[in-house]
């Protein structure tokens, strides 16, 4: 027996040298190296900022925000080690005893078990190995543990271990899961909160608050009791943690500022540009929205597209569902089951309907009451967009049962509402260099991610008129001009038919002036205007502010803006207005970063300057200079081309000011606000709805229309149906922006003149008013013309004085 021992000692002995000569020359030669530990990349997503550095989005498939030792919580860190590790400040980074344990339950019951994995262990496993079972991955990881512990400290192990390690719902490290169960930052969990998320990387669906929320509060009493154990917490707080009830739900992104399309916008750019690391690599791509206008853009269009589908009635409930007598909170969530908010919009059920009042129950906020002032507008939706006759009871709209929608138009106060069937956009733009403000593309970006603003072109109507007016100055007429409102035919041979175009109202007023003309809106003198100056003409002139020719019209209908154009083509060409002749690019991307300081992109948008016109004269030479400075090196910036001049833009503005004072857009004038200028658009049948306006400071455009094109309703103008959009967005965007008189440019000047023939008047004309023309356009007097001429809208383009050819 002795004998048998000393042999089977040998062997015993024979095996464990053999062993560790494996793991010396086999083993730990195979080993990954460490020192990607110490400048580890995580897996971040994407992140898309507004100029304020606001969140607007997040895209990628882990939810994941890295944080320092330091930003973590103290009592995040105790509630970790009390559930996962409680000696990793005190072990080598394998922990013995719980090897032995795990060895002890081994030869007991002859399966693995959990145990003896250390933080430093499950670091090991997470960046390098696989989560196989085996007793060769248990090797690796014991000894890549020995070899983290050395290369890194504590708190550098722990920060890896908090930053990587998943706790479900796609959130990886304790950053993203405190937002993802509890909607909040790290720093504001309370204990037992933190427990709850403590408990989780064990089995983070076996503990789930969301899944298994009976479980999850097992877990987090063994984690508050272990916790209690170790001195973490004393007994007052233990009870408190125990006793408060779980209020995890799932959060989505914790969004500063709502601009889904813009968002959109940029995942796409960052995609193009990175592929598909765009979305795990850390880049926080910058734009220039701003996040108040942002804010305010969406409140007008949402407000705008409301009250249009409120003027054109009720289309209904959206089902009716049979409720016992005896149904209850149940009965009523089932009835709602599968149908989500749109917009702020939400669904209910109606409970109870009284004389001029109905009850309704909102599963977040139990019963509600609708009061007549929130029911009255649901008047029948009919044909056409019409309406049939006022509700007078609430028996007359809804029954119970009926699923329907509600809105909090102010606080506390419910009206009846439904998804808007009609569609529409908003833009707004810095006219200085293209910078996009503002960008709504759609009423709910769920429901439809077309976007309007850049994917959708339709026909601009009179919102296009102000190009061709100003083709009309570069081609020598004056604000003053008289063309000849009047029926006309027309056999053009662009066109498939007879055309035999008409003002909106019907009506024709003869001889008038260019100014009264675009106040008015008036399509017969467009068109004859258009004919004057020519089309190959205008269609040149109008491509200087950005419009693609090959998409526009070669007919005279051009005049009417029957051309399809993006909104945000029209807000760029607009901005050639506001900004005194400059044609800019829109742009949304600011800059992109990654990591700390890393810039990767920064926008160099064409800028207007206008005193890079002047002529700069260097400074003396001397020894020491070495010349004068070149263009660039004086202009570091690029500068945005002239289109037009300054006196162009000025007369233009002039004209399109009293399209506010008193013409098509004088609803603005509720802004009270002396530098407004704009133009509204409505195309035939109403199936557009525009209005374009802008100050020196800001271009807006907005659209309202139905993504399959049709009428918009009796009198739904561009004035009505897309000039409320306009007002209630600038009325917060120019909120602390003085209005700013635009200077009057060089070469033109003010004079009296007669109204009804556009020329100079005598001194003592009382029917007299004032115009501004350019020096070398002036009318003539009226005491010199024998014969007042009734129009001049045959006046042949080469007649007038090309006063703009030489600049182009």
């Not at 000849?484 to 035999?500: C, H, I, K, Q, S």
Request: proline letters at 7%; charged letters at 25%; glycine letters at 8%.
């Amino acid at each position: 027996m002795k004998r048998i021992f000393l042999i089977l000692g040998g062997l015993l002995t024979a095996a464990a040298l053999l062993g560790a000569l494996a793991v010396y020359f086999v083993v730990i030669p195979a080993l990954p190296s460490i020192d990607s530990l110490k400048e580890v990349q995580f897996q971040v997503p994407l992140r898309v900022y507004s100029r304020e550095q606001k969140l607007i989005a997040e895209f990628g498939e882990k939810r994941r925000a890295p944080l320092s030792y330091d930003e973590i919580p103290p009592r995040l860190v105790q509630a970790v080690l009390a559930a996962e590790d409680d000696r990793f400040f005190e072990h080598p980074g394998v922990d013995y005893r719980g090897l032995l344990r795990a060895a002890a339950y081994l030869l007991r019951t002859g399966e693995k078990g959990q145990g003896g994995s250390t933080i430093t262990m499950q670091v090991a496993r997470n960046f390098f190995l696989s989560r196989e079972k085996t007793y060769l991955r248990k090797l690796n990881e014991i000894l890549l543990a020995l070899k983290i512990e050395k290369a890194l400290s504590k708190e550098d192990i722990l920060t890896l271990y908090l930053n990587k390690i998943y706790f479900g719902h796609r959130a990886y490290g304790v950053a993203a899961a405190a937002q993802v169960y509890y909607g909040l930052p790290v720093a504001s969990l309370s204990t037992a909160q933190i427990a709850m998320i403590a408990g989780l990387p064990k089995a983070p669906s076996a503990y789930n608050p969301i899944i298994n929320p009976s479980r999850a509060l097992s877990r987090r009493a063994y984690v508050l009791g272990r916790m209690r154990e170790l001195g973490f917490i004393d007994e007052a707080e233990y009870r408190a943690a125990m006793a408060t009830p779980d209020d995890a739900r799932l959060h989505g992104l914790s969004r500063e500022v709502e601009a889904p399309y813009a968002a959109e916008m940029v995942r796409s750019e960052m995609v193009e540009r990175f592929g598909d690391a765009a979305y795990s690599e850390g880049y926080r791509a910058y734009t220039t929205i701003d996040a108040e206008m942002q804010t305010a853009a969406n409140a007008a269009q949402r407000r705008a597209l409301l009250a249009y589908d409120a003027r054109h009635g009720f289309r209904g409930p959206l089902a009716r569902v049979a409720l016992g007598e005896d149904a209850g909170e149940t009965e009523w969530q089932a009835a709602l089951k599968g149908r989500g908010e749109v917009n702020g919009l939400l669904p209910a059920l109606v409970l109870a309907v009284t004389d001029r009042s109905a009850t309704v129950y909102e599963p977040r906020r139990g019963a509600l009451s609708l009061d007549w002032d929130g029911l009255a507008w649901a008047a029948p939706a009919q044909a056409g967009g019409r309406t049939g006759p006022p509700p007078t009871a609430a028996a007359d709209i809804l029954a119970r049962g009926d699923v329907v929608y509600i809105d909090e138009d102010a606080p506390g106060h419910w009206r009846l509402a439904q998804v808007p069937q009609v569609e529409g956009a908003l833009v707004s733009l810095s006219p200085a260099d293209g910078a996009i403000r503002a960008l709504v593309g759609g009423f709910d970006f769920r429901a439809s991610k077309f976007n309007r603003i850049t994917q959708a072109e339709r026909q601009p109507g009179s919102n296009f008129k102000p190009f061709i007016y100003s083709a009309a100055l570069a081609k020598g007429f004056t604000p003053a001009s008289l063309i000849n409102d009047a029926p006309v035919v027309f056999e053009d041979e662009g066109l498939e038919a007879t055309w035999r175009p008409e003002n909106y109202s019907g009506r024709v007023f003869g001889p008038t002036r260019l100014r009264e003309a675009l106040v008015k809106s008036r399509n017969l003198v467009s068109i004859r205007l258009l004919r004057a100056i020519g089309i190959p003409f205008a269609l040149d002139y109008v491509s200087r502010f950005g419009f693609d020719k090959r998409r526009l019209p070669h007919d005279l209908s051009l005049a009417l803006g029957s051309g399809a154009v993006t909104p945000l083509e029209i807000a760029r060409g607009y901005s050639v207005f506001a900004n005194n002749g400059h044609r800019i690019d829109p742009y949304l991307l600011q800059r992109i970063e990654q990591g700390e300081e890393t810039v990767l992109f920064e926008a160099q948008p064409a800028t207007v300057c206008p005193r890079c016109e002047e002529d700069v004269a260097p400074e003396p030479a001397s020894e020491a200079f070495a010349g004068p400075p070149t263009r660039e090196e004086m202009l570091p910036i690029k500068v945005a081309p002239r289109v037009i001049t300054p006196q162009n833009a000025y007369l233009m503005r002039s004209m399109m000011r009293d399209v506010i004072q008193r013409g098509t857009g004088r609803r603005a004038r509720v802004l009270k606000r002396p530098d407004l200028a704009g133009k509204t658009g409505t195309t035939n049948d109403q199936h557009d709805a525009w209005f374009t306006g802008y100050t020196s400071d800001l271009v807006a455009t907005a659209w309202v229309g139905f993504d399959r094109p049709q009428p918009l309703g009796e009198r739904e103008t561009g004035g009505r149906a897309a000039l409320p959009m306009w007002i209630d967005f600038m009325r917060v965007a120019l909120r602390g922006l003085p209005a700013r008189p635009l200077e009057r440019p060089p070469g033109l000047v003010t004079v009296r003149i007669d109204p009804d023939s556009g020329l100079l008047a005598p001194a003592g004309y009382p029917k007299a008013i004032f115009e501004t023309f350019r020096a070398e356009n002036l009318p003539e007097p009226m005491e010199l013309q024998t014969n007042v001429r009734g129009s001049t809208g045959d006046r042949k383009a080469a007649d007038a004085p090309a006063v703009e050819e030489e600049l182009f």
